[in-house]
């Protein structure tokens, strides 16, 4: 599956909904996300839903340095948001933080359930190309969109329902 949210609903029950489906799939989630807000955004959503057990404790990685590096951010200055210190702790441990290529590469070896955030929100660069390839065709895993998909980009093409695109020159 590839699918965005259009928001007609509430976030958190999409996102709950389309992880138990792929999970009951033995699938893998791949969420390409911008790094800074969005990714912490998904950290906030996945923990909520794991500590609700309104999805199954399946491990989730962060797999983008710069996403890990606003994450820890997001901890350090916990006193500069909303966010309580408590919550703020658990969200930014909600992931394990994947900090080299090789570790990266390693995700795509697991065939467990999972849920990998990867930065490039639209698929046009990054670590998530690589989960993309190995993922993608696969019916039992879901590639989720969360975020604006500017026209022409993988992610825009991939939501508008292309079904061959190019990763690394190849189809």
Same mark, same amino acid.
């Given at each position: ?14 996102? #709950?909904?389309?992880? @138990? ?6 699938? &893998? ?6 790094? &800074? ?23 989730? *990685?962060?797999?983008?340095?710069? #996403? ?18 408590? $919550? ?39 670590? &998530? $190309?690589?989960?993309?390839?190995? *993922?993608?065709? @696969?019916?039992? @895993?879901?590639?989720?969109? #969360?975020? *604006? ?9 991939? &939501? ?12």
């Amino acid at each position: 599956d590839v699918c965005s949210s259009d928001l007609s609903e509430d976030p958190v029950d999409e996102l #709950a909904s389309i992880i @138990n489906k792929t999970v009951r799939r033995g699938g &893998v989630i791949v969420i390409p996300s911008f790094a &800074v807000g969005r990714a912490q955004t998904i950290l906030y959503y996945i923990h909520k839903l794991k500590t609700e057990k309104r999805i199954p404790d399946i491990p989730s *990685y962060l797999d983008s340095p710069m #996403a890990i590096d606003a994450t820890e951010l997001l901890h350090k200055h916990r006193s500069e948001h909303r966010m309580p210190p408590q $919550l703020c702790a658990a969200v930014c441990q909600a992931a394990k933080y994947i900090s080299t290529p090789e570790q990266s590469k390693r995700l795509d070896a697991t065939g467990v359930p999972c849920i990998i955030i990867s930065a490039s929100g639209m698929a046009t660069g990054g670590r &998530v $190309l690589h989960h993309l390839k190995r *993922y993608i065709g @696969n019916e039992k @895993n879901t590639i989720l969109f #969360a975020g *604006y998909q500017a026209a022409g980009t993988r992610g825009a093409r991939l &939501v508008h329902g292309e079904k061959e695109i190019k990763i690394h020159g190849h189809l």
